[in-house]
């Protein structure tokens, strides 16, 4: 570490231009391929809607593999026709067929479009009453289902059929758009929370470090990240699929870990230079003890997203990639560019009181004792109180995380202001309607028996009779002379846990009845159904998932700090932060709690793919934590094997740095309450409340006291261990501290 930070200070300007170079190549590349090209990839191996998107694409019926939605046309005054579409609708879709958005077809009241060849054709059959299921019965509202392509799935699609058709819109009608593409549009806020967490990076790291180019340096580092790191999600959304969100997703983790990275090193830096180090003898020896702690942290980040790829779900394959691409960016950039940058400041990076005596070396320590020092030594003389407290506190808040449901919630949770909610609400209200009309169901019906009428009336008849099932609302949508559809809507809501039993229910006996003495096959479909196999899929992996990353981190700082308690420490206190932040998540999106203040509907389920997500994300930013807590402390124990000091030490010269890096994490997931979308609410609330846990009680409370309590415990390894397990140094012998020497520069 040593001779890559002395090459850094020494070819500082070779460094910066090749900086430089590659964020402009890399950005220059992706802009020369036609920029991101996103796009989202749903394979479920092994489950029932794997199977029919396989069967439709194999039967030349792509088209009826992608995302669909509801164009919901209102008649504010009057009554719409039953034979006549209101003015320009018709021919507003068809020009949909050909434009860029990817149309595959449309199905409505009055025709239907299929938009391989453009021709306008009678609506899909009833069966049941004959009362046409995409009519209310009052003839107060109409649906359109419109239909995507498969895996055109970019928000550019989705906004532009709703900004060409919501022109329609006059004094007698009013059109909404609702369903699972539509709630695409409330996707955003992210670039909101950029800014809102570069500017709290910004006051927070002018408090921390009083200096005008320290405050800048650890934001440089990360913009340059940043810069390298979009360039390559774009040129990777040409070779694989890779979801929208990545990219925003990525720059909140930079903003987060390159703020860690750069605060650690440079506050080494600036205590290495009150103690009387040479300047570049000061960054070398900043990097080759801080640094080897962002290297292991930085690394353990990568793993925890890269191992998102092992729960297969294609979906999350480009996320995984491109986040770890960015973290290892700025791992990589805290470690040359930031040196290299610290060398051409050089005594700049201190308050300016200090600066003129420290490059004389007249500074002398006055040891004075900085709150951090004083709520450490609070900590070890109180830990059993302080350690109870706290572990209650977040028991406490764990407990709505053990009623937890996966699932997806429905436009119902929407704000009451989007088009998604009113669209929603026009359907669920409407008579004939009701709210199971937002919902999408289908059997797909594979065999001779596709052109059989007799057993298509038999299928919908017997469909019309099981229960949670709107008999009204099933229609026959032919597509080949061997397969052929038949829609239906449920009467519960989409996101009701009845819906759920509804698709288990009907590819039990249902189907198997069906099918009984005949060579079809029967497969319940739709998003709806999607839904349920996704949410499974994952629930089924989770706690593969969760073992896996808990008991790889264990391994790495077992490894690291020669110890098997600290890693045992450190796994526990990863899975309490999950098990709160996730009660936190429940208590409102799902019990309702504080769902009015924060705008968003109650009583739905969490997104499936959220608790895979929030633990990887929250995995990566705790082991941050506590290797930067616990590589001090070790630090110390090799100096002095003295417990309760080295665990004094560690908390009082990082719980500033911890505490600081967390506040601006904070106020970037705060942000997220900006946007309109559920689940960008769901985000920031979930990681901006597990980051305060993490950093206020953990690392700040919880932590020391359980190490104070357990003793010389904490650095127990077996002998028999320590010989066959490699030796990996986070942090090599440096200096002790003097007591009290705490770094008085991080005063939070």
Same mark, same amino acid.
């Given at each position: 570490?040593?001779?890559?930070?002395?090459?850094?200070?020494?070819?500082?300007?070779?460094?910066?231009?090749?900086?430089?170079?590659?964020?402009?190549?890399?950005?220059?590349?992706?802009?020369?391929?036609?920029?991101?090209?996103?796009?989202?990839?749903?394979?479920?191996? &092994?489950?029932q809607s794997q199977t029919v998107l396989d069967l439709l694409k194999h039967s030349g019926q792509n088209s009826q593999t992608g995302q669909s939605g509801f164009i919901v046309v209102h008649a504010k005054t009057g009554k719409l026709s039953d034979t006549t579409p209101p003015a320009g609708l018709q021919d507003a879709l068809a020009k949909e067929c050909t434009s860029s958005h990817h149309v595959a077809n449309y199905a409505s009241p009055w025709f239907a479009i299929n938009c391989t060849n453009g021709a306008a054709t009678p609506?899909?059959?009833?069966?049941?009453?004959?009362?046409?299921?995409?009519?209310?019965?009052?003839?107060?509202?109409? *649906?359109?289902?419109?239909?995507?392509?498969?895996?055109?799935?970019?928000?550019?699609?989705?906004?532009?059929?709703y900004n060409d058709i919501k022109k329609l819109a006059n004094d007698t009608t009013q059109y909404e758009f609702t369903g699972g593409a539509f709630q695409n549009l409330a996707a955003g806020g992210s670039n909101a929370s950029l800014f809102i967490g570069f500017f709290a990076a910004l006051v927070i790291l002018a408090l921390v470090f009083r200096a005008l180019w320290p405050t800048l340096l650890p934001l440089v580092s990360a913009a340059a990240a940043l810069g390298g790191g979009t360039g390559i999600i774009g040129l990777l959304t040409h070779v694989m699929n890779v979801a929208d969100f990545t990219t925003e997703l990525s720059q909140l983790m930079v903003i987060g870990v390159g703020v860690d990275y750069a605060l650690f090193i440079v506050t080494r830096h600036r205590r290495n230079l009150l103690r009387g180090m040479e300047m570049r003898e000061s960054i070398a020896t900043a990097i080759d003890t801080s640094g080897r702690a962002v290297l292991f942290a930085g690394i353990t980040v990568c793993i925890a997203m890269l191992g998102l790829c092992a729960l297969g779900v294609s979906f999350l394959y480009g996320v995984a990639i491109g986040t770890a691409i960015s973290v290892g960016l700025t791992m990589v950039a805290s470690l040359t560019l930031l040196p290299a940058l610290l060398s051409f400041i050089g005594y700049n990076v201190l308050p300016r009181r200090l600066r003129k005596s420290v490059k004389a070396g007249t500074y002398v320590d006055d040891h004075h004792t900085t709150r951090w020092?004083?709520?450490?030594?609070?900590?070890?003389?109180?830990?059993?109180?302080?350690?109870?407290?706290?572990?209650?506190?977040?028991?406490?808040?764990?407990?709505?995380?053990?009623? @937890?449901?996966?699932?997806n919630s429905d436009q119902s949770s929407d704000p009451t202001s989007s088009?998604?909610?009113?669209?929603?609400?026009? +359907?669920?209200?409407?008579?004939?309607?009701?709210?199971?009309?937002?919902? *999408?169901?289908?059997?797909?019906?594979?065999?001779?028996?596709?052109?059989?009428?007799?057993?298509?009336?038999?299928?919908?008849?017997?469909?019309?009779? /099981?229960?949670?099932?709107?008999?009204?609302?099933?229609? /026959?949508?032919?597509? !080949?002379?061997?397969?052929?559809?038949?829609?239906? !809507?449920?009467?519960?809501?989409?996101?009701?846990?009845?819906?759920?039993?509804?698709?288990?229910?009907?590819?039990?006996?249902?189907?198997?009845?069906?099918?009984?003495?005949?060579?079809? !096959?029967?497969? /319940?479909?739709g998003q709806t159904?999607? +839904?349920?196999?996704?949410?499974?899929?994952?629930?089924? !992996?989770?706690?593969?998932?969760?073992?896996?990353?808990?008991?790889?981190?264990?391994?790495?700082?077992?490894?690291?700090?020669?110890?098997? @308690?600290?890693?045992?420490?450190?796994?526990?206190?990863?899975?309490?932060?999950?098990?709160?932040?996730?009660?936190?998540?429940?208590?409102?999106?799902?019990?309702?709690?504080?769902?009015?203040?924060?705008? *968003?509907?109650s009583g739905g389920p969490i997104e499936a793919f959220?608790?895979?997500?929030?633990?990887?994300?929250?995995?990566?930013?705790?082991?941050?934590?506590?290797?930067?807590?616990?590589?001090?402390?070790?630090?110390?124990?090799? &100096?002095?094997?003295?417990?309760?000091?080295? +665990?004094?030490?560690?908390?009082?010269?990082?719980?500033?740095?911890?505490?600081?890096?967390?506040?601006? @994490?904070?106020?970037?997931?705060?942000?997220?309450?900006?946007?309109d979308s559920r689940v960008v609410k769901l985000v920031g609330i979930g990681l901006g409340g597990a980051i305060f846990i993490d950093a206020f009680l953990l690392r700040t409370v919880l932590v020391p006291a359980l190490m104070h309590s357990l003793g010389r415990s904490n650095w127990f390894f077996p002998k028999w261990l320590d010989r066959v397990t490699p030796r990996v140094s986070v942090e090599p012998a440096d200096q002790p501290s003097v007591e009290g020497d705490d770094d008085k520069l991080v005063k939070v």
């Open positions: 570490m040593r001779s890559i930070a002395r090459f850094a200070t020494e070819k500082r300007w070779l460094v910066v231009v090749l900086w430089i170079a590659f964020i402009f190549g890399v950005q220059a590349l992706s802009s020369a391929a036609g920029g991101a090209n996103y796009k989202e990839s749903f394979a479920l191996p &092994h489950t609506a899909p059959a009833a069966v049941g009453s004959g009362h046409n299921p995409l009519m209310a019965s009052d003839n107060s509202v109409a *649906i359109v289902n419109i239909q995507w392509q498969g895996s055109q799935n970019g928000i550019d699609n989705f906004k532009g059929v020092a004083r709520w450490s030594d609070t900590v070890q003389k109180n830990k059993l109180v302080l350690g109870v407290v706290a572990a209650a506190i977040i028991v406490v808040l764990a407990v709505p995380f053990f009623s @937890m449901r996966l699932g088009t998604t909610r009113r669209g929603y609400d026009l +359907i669920a209200s409407a008579p004939g309607f009701g709210p199971g009309y937002n919902s *999408i169901l289908e059997l797909v019906v594979s065999g001779p028996s596709a052109q059989d009428r007799q057993y298509l009336t038999k299928l919908g008849t017997d469909l019309s009779k /099981v229960g949670n099932v709107n008999g009204d609302s099933i229609r /026959v949508v032919p597509l !080949k002379s061997d397969l052929v559809l038949v829609n239906f !809507k449920s009467l519960s809501t989409p996101q009701a846990a009845a819906t759920t039993d509804l698709v288990s229910t009907l590819r039990g006996d249902f189907t198997k009845t069906h099918e009984q003495g005949t060579s079809n !096959k029967i497969y /319940v479909f159904a999607i +839904i349920v196999d996704f949410t499974h899929v994952l629930s089924a !992996k989770m706690p593969l998932f969760f073992t896996a990353i808990i008991g790889l981190s264990f391994l790495l700082l077992m490894v690291a700090f020669r110890s098997l @308690m600290v890693p045992l420490t450190a796994a526990v206190m990863n899975v309490f932060a999950a098990g709160a932040s996730f009660g936190i998540v429940v208590a409102i999106f799902q019990w309702g709690w504080l769902s009015g203040p924060l705008g *968003i509907g959220l608790p895979v997500l929030f633990f990887a994300i929250l995995f990566g930013l705790s082991m941050d934590y506590q290797v930067f807590l616990v590589s001090r402390m070790h630090e110390e124990w090799v &100096h002095t094997e003295d417990n309760h000091r080295a +665990i004094r030490i560690g908390q009082s010269e990082t719980g500033g740095i911890i505490t600081a890096a967390a506040v601006i @994490m904070i106020a970037v997931f705060s942000g997220f309450l900006l946007g």
